[in-house]
């Protein structure tokens, strides 16, 4: 959809006057993770193990150095300021400030959240937000989580907080915040008793600074403290003067977020540390300042809720403390706030299905509140803050030792905030495909973001994640700037041309740095997909060869066409890209024949019809690694379609095509010309020929093997038989079997799992080629949906079939179940938009709330409109 066509609402304006910054809508936001501690970034042991170093039980107690956390909070874009919420029941030994979880080690299956919260609603600017969570009455089970969770294995589904029955009758808190101004936030915090008789709760609207005066920044300490009318003055050096006040009588409690060192170490402290509120609140300690200042402060509230009843406090941080910013007025903005966000999504999501409005919406809003400030200097994080004890040596061996120019201090778009509370490369190209629908300035300067000289690696690399940057993802970012380029109307060539640039030096790195034979066969490694074949992809194999991957080398092939593709755009406007833009199609076929064959070895199978790694021997033997997984499947993505009429305008090129066709006839069985009456010649540009295509396509349209009711499975269902690989020399890798739902292995942490389930990032891109190919091909080729139904329909009709199957994740059934779901019960509508889901029944797994790239659901509804 172009940007243009959609009608304008007042939260269009505010997008309008964010970007051209006239008027600071974006300044806060929901931009707090909903997990700091057990995070590299947190971790200064001497052995790299970050889950353990930091704590869930220590986070009260420890400011800390690079980021904050909290539940349902909002802070500044530099987060200077923070805005969070605690809870207590009366009977729990601390707060509920932060979400609780399991480490990586303590999961049966991973790393793992154990509460219930939903994002329900937000809008760009952030000027509309609205957030719901599930607090027990009773006490909330610590450890009967921790304990039930460690005797399960990892063949045995996870122990999660309904199944403990500590929400029955829980505590439904609720979050609603509207903007009046881009500095005047009103908060709605209602608790709602759902229990059988009389409860008390305590709500404590807080905020507090990020420490940045006890580190190398050197910033001054700023203050909270005490205004005569009971509210809390905020002062500080950037952000100004701000008056925090709230509804009610509250009394107003005043500690420091600085590190409780009595508790954690036994040694001299400060008074009134960071858990000093959670001590005074849960224990009556003297841990809160009687004189009433401080960097970290509260309202207490005590309130006593009649069944079925509700009870409100409300909360406004603005530049005074106007008389009526809590009665009247508030009504007033939190209801104007309401109907334009209603208006606002009227108008983005125009024409789609009344079913489908609740699922886009409640994705944006996910991917909304998964915007969180990250901030990561690993100089100082490898050498050492002056005033701080020095960190252990060796840490740059064990972990981004060689990203010492990396600093990061931005808010980027997280996978999971909780889960995974850091960006990663090639999720995060993913997010910006569904932003761009929303907000297409936050979503291009995401994706210039992370080719910025502070953040690309001198040699072109792109950083992968914190646990180790040098990890290779899968080169998506060229596919999502022209998705971008495209949703935003097709207009922006400033910004397709600066990520032009940054990505040619990218894409150098991959041709330089994982093409060991320099024969277009690209080894890859990681490329995110974890435990997918038989063994890791990181390293060595088990035997003297290297591995040359199916998927690393469709990579680049797609990444050539994705290239070639802007060149194409830009050099409409300017002819100089011509030249480049041959580099990119002559390289594309280089890789297209290597990867098929015609040369030295090849990647295809012609006997089974589809693609395997392929496993280089140092005896010069090649063993085809016979997985049928999402591996096979990424050439269905490196395909592209150009017509004459584009080539018309740009002779330097068109001229250097023709001749490759005329000369090399290898080439040209890589690039396929068609002639439709009525319309324009066009070229197909792909790895896959048709024949071949049809091919693929029996095993991915088919029941028994890749076809899942709800998507394509990661991995093929005739694995039910495991595929053992024999490697010679009585060397056999690991079997791989088909998991349909969580990972029964522990490879990567066991914490995710690519054999089985259906994932969005992957179905996104083989849709997306095959209606590439539909385009091109038409009604000349026809498959089987399912297979062996004796149904044929064309190419595009088998993506839009697709497209359905993973919406259909989110739709209630006619029993008014929600596959997504499983047999948990949510509440009103309201949806989780997990990691990966079962390859069988749907259900959502791992990461429960990574709203990221599954937010990919809402591209594929705008694409299904008329």
């Known amino acids: ?66 980021n904050e956390d909290g539940m349902a909070a909002l802070c500044d874009e530099e987060q200077y300021l923070c805005l969070g919420l605690a809870l207590w029941n009366g009977v729990d030994p601390i707060l509920k400030e932060r979400m609780f979880g399991l480490t990586n080690s303590e999961g049966n299956h991973g790393e ?35 304990v039930s969770n460690e005797e399960r294995g990892r063949l045995v589904p996870e122990y999660e907080i309904a199944d403990t029955g500590a929400l029955d009758g829980c505590w439904v808190v609720t979050l609603d915040v509207a903007k009046a101004a881009p500095d005047d936030l009103r908060l709605s915090y209602r608790v709602t008793n759902t229990g059988a008789e009389e409860a008390t709760i305590h709500v404590l609207p807080q905020a507090w600074f990020r420490n940045t005066w006890s580190w190398a920044e050197g910033h001054r300490r700023p203050v909270l403290s005490l205004t005569p009318e009971g509210g809390i003055a905020v002062q500080h050096g950037v952000l100004g003067s701000l008056v925090l006040t709230s509804s009610g009588s509250p009394d107003a409690l005043f500690c420091d977020n600085d590190t409780n060192t009595h508790r954690l170490y036994g040694t001299p402290g400060p008074a009134f540390p960071k858990d000093g509120i959670n001590d005074h609140v849960v224990s009556g300690a003297p841990t809160v300042n009687p004189q009433r200042t401080g960097t970290k402060a509260a309202f207490w509230h005590v309130l006593t809720v009649e069944p079925g009843a509700t009870a409100e406090v409300r909360v406004r941080l603005a530049p005074d403390a ?26 983005v999501l125009r024409g789609l299905a009344a079913e489908h409005l609740p699922i886009a919406r409640q994705a944006f809003a996910g991917l909304l509140w998964g915007k969180c400030f990250y901030h990561y200097n690993v100089q100082v994080w490898l050498d050492g803050d002056p005033a701080q004890v020095d960190p252990p040596p060796g840490r740059g061996q064990i972990r981004n030792g060689s990203w010492r120019h990396l600093d990061n201090r931005d808010v980027i778009s997280m996978p999971d905030p909780w889960e995974y509370p850091w960006y990663a490369a090639w999720d995060l190209a993913f997010h910006t495909v569904a932003l761009a629908h929303i907000d297409p300035a936050f979503a291009k300067s995401q994706l210039l973001l992370l080719c910025r000289e502070w953040y690309m690696h001198p040699s072109g690399q792109l950083p992968a994640y914190e646990w180790n940057f040098s990890d290779v993802n899968p080169p998506v970012q060229a596919w999502a700037a022209l998705r971008v380029f495209e949703i935003d109307g097709s207009r922006d060539f400033d910004f397709l041309e600066r990520v032009f640039h940054k990505l040619t030096i990218n894409f150098t790195w991959w041709v330089n740095r994982v093409d060991t034979e320099g024969n277009n066969v690209f080894e890859g490694g990681f490329l995110g997909l974890d435990n997918v074949g038989p063994f890791d992809r990181s390293k060595q194999p088990p035997v003297a060869g290297h591995l040359e991957q199916t998927d690393g080398t469709a990579w680049m092939a797609m990444y050539c066409l994705d290239l070639l593709g802007i060149a194409l755009t830009l050099a409409a406007q300017d002819k100089t890209y011509e030249d480049v833009a041959t580099k990119f199609f002559e390289h594309f076929t280089y890789i297209a024949i290597a990867m098929n064959g015609m040369g030295d070895g090849g990647l295809w199978d012609e006997t089974d019809g589809f693609y395997y790694d392929v496993l280089r021997c140092a005896d010069g033997s090649a063993l085809p690694m016979r997985v049928r997984s999402v591996v096979g499947l990424v050439p269905v993505a490196a395909v592209a379609v150009i017509s004459d009429e584009v080539l018309k305008g740009l002779p330097d090129f068109t001229s250097r095509l023709h001749w490759f066709l005329d000369h090399k006839p290898d080439v040209a069985a890589q690039v396929a010309r068609i002639h439709t009456v009525g319309s324009v010649d066009q070229h197909l540009f792909s790895v896959l020929s048709p024949e071949r295509l049809v091919r693929v396509l029996e095993a991915v349209l088919d029941e028994a093997e890749f076809l899942s009711p709800y998507g394509i499975r990661s991995l093929s269902r005739r694995h039910v038989t495991p595929y053992v690989a024999d490697l010679g020399s009585g060397v056999h890798a690991d079997p791989v079997s088909y998991e349909p739902g969580e990972s029964t292995t522990g490879l990567f942490g066991g914490n995710s799992n690519w054999r089985g389930p259906v994932w969005f990032p992957l179905n996104r891109l083989v849709i997306g080629g095959l209606r ?95």
């Open 1 to 66: 959809m172009a940007h243009e066509e959609t009608p304008l609402t007042a939260e269009h304006t505010r997008l309008a006057e964010a970007d051209a910054g006239t008027s600071a809508w974006r300044r806060f936001g929901p931009y707090v993770a909903e997990r700091a501690w057990g995070t590299v970034r947190e971790d200064y042991s001497a052995g790299g193990d970050a889950w353990d170093n930091l704590t869930h039980d220590e986070a009260r107690s420890m400011a800390y150095r690079w």
């Open 112 to 146: 793992d959240v154990k509460e219930q919260w939903w994002y329900a609603d937000a809008t760009p600017t952030s000027s509309w937000l609205s957030w719901r969570y599930h607090y027990p009455r009773l006490a909330f089970p610590y450890e009967d989580l921790l």
């Open 322 to 347: 106007e008389k009526d910013g809590l009665g009247t007025g508030f009504d007033e903005v939190h209801a104007l706030r309401k109907a334009e966000a209603d208006a606002y999504y009227a108008a």
């Open 772 to 866: 590439r190919f539909g385009d091109y091909l038409g009604d000349d080729v026809r498959v089987e949906l399912p297979r062996g139904s004796g149904r044929r329909v064309t190419l595009s009709e088998a993506a839009a079939d697709l497209s359905g199957r993973l919406v259909a994740l989110f739709v209630a059934d006619v029993s008014g179940k929600v596959p997504a779901a499983g047999d948990d019960a949510w509440p009103n509508g309201l949806l989780w938009f997990h990691e990966y889901f079962h390859g069988d029944t749907g259900k959502g797994l791992g990461a429960s709330h990574q709203t990221g790239w599954t937010s990919l659901v809402v591209d594929l509804l705008l694409h299904q409109r008329p």
